[in-house]
């Protein structure tokens, strides 16, 4: 009798690449929330909207506690999917990096700067992180509508160019949107992060003493002047994971259990109240000099050429020297369309948005050329995919 084969141990797909249906559902979600707000903001309801979003809860207004609060868990989950990634996932190596990184590099650069184009040397210029950002949640949302159009591998392709464009983005957010710093509060910062530092080198699996650390983490970093939202990616940092090289993951580790209990939350509860209290604009008596102001023009723009442009060319001339290959089984075509469609900014560049002009005085424009250029990028980017036929991977 002949022996069995020895079963081959392979690498799940990681949590992200997992649930790239979630992630779709998600999206749609999201563009549903965002829908909505936009009739509600052009209907007899428009005054409510906008007054109950700044109806005072507590220390902060509603709208605060969205953005300040409910949004540090999607930060939590963007750290928890970085390090997952980097560690044990689709960017574990190098190599395979290296075409996302440049893209992802590319187009934040481009976008940033076909914003400045429009208002440099401007108090507007302040604004140049806004185009910067992919919505994942949001392009995904969109791949779920082409079905099986689209190959497996541009789904990921896109996931890791938006995980590092994400962690672009926190980056740009700490270093750029960040007020006057309390030193006081600074210091604490770091005292519970070497608490955090403490507990994963103990090996501490239970997930509430580092959940209880990062409340008071997040509750001092928005004191000191930090986006509070950096406090969970902070926290996500020290959350532990155990890579097994050549071996199944541990889906068991405190990483994995978290990102799995969170990511439908984000999902489906938090982003798309997010987009909902966000998204409004009122478009009714606009003035038509908001469609052509340069904030507007250059945060549209951006988006839809500044993306597209900047990825394709970076993954063209990466492709074309030999520092990566082309995603398994995808056309040209398909990879412009997916070039395309990471000119939707949707979540992350409203949140830049409201960071970069806290004043109120270019929200307007800042959501016309968010929606505009997410907009376009997402129909053209879904109109070229659809047309372009998939082809098998090749050997």
Sequence with gaps: MKPMPRPILRRPLSVLRSTLANESAGGLVLMAAAAAALVVANSPLAEAYHHGLHVSVGAMSLLHWINDGLMVVFFLL???EIKREALDGQLRTWPARVLPGLAAGAGMA????????????????RGWAIPAATDIAFALGVLALLGSRVP????????????VDD???????ALFYTGQIDGAMLGAAAGILAALFALNRLGVRALTPYLLLGLALWFVVLRSGVHATVAGVLLALFVPIHPSPGKPEDTTSPLHRLEHGLSPWVSFVIVPIFGFANAGVTLLGLPARALVDPVTLGVALGLFLGKQVGIFLI?????????AARPAGATWPQVYGVALLCGIG???SLFIGALAFTDGLHETETKLGVLGG???SGILGAALLARSAPREPRV
């Design 110 to 125: 481009a976008p940033a700067l076909v914003y400045l184009a429009f208002n440099a040397g401007q108090a507007t210029a």
């Design 167 to 173: 962690l672009g983005a926190v980056v740009i957010i």
């Design 346 to 348: 949707f979540t992350m």
């Design 152 to 163: 497996v591998s541009l789904k990921i392709f896109l996931s890791a160019v938006a995980i």
């Design 374 to 376: 997410s907009l376009l």
């Design 315 to 323: 993954v063209r001339l990466a492709v074309a020297t030999g520092l």
């Design 78 to 80: 963007v750290g928890l």
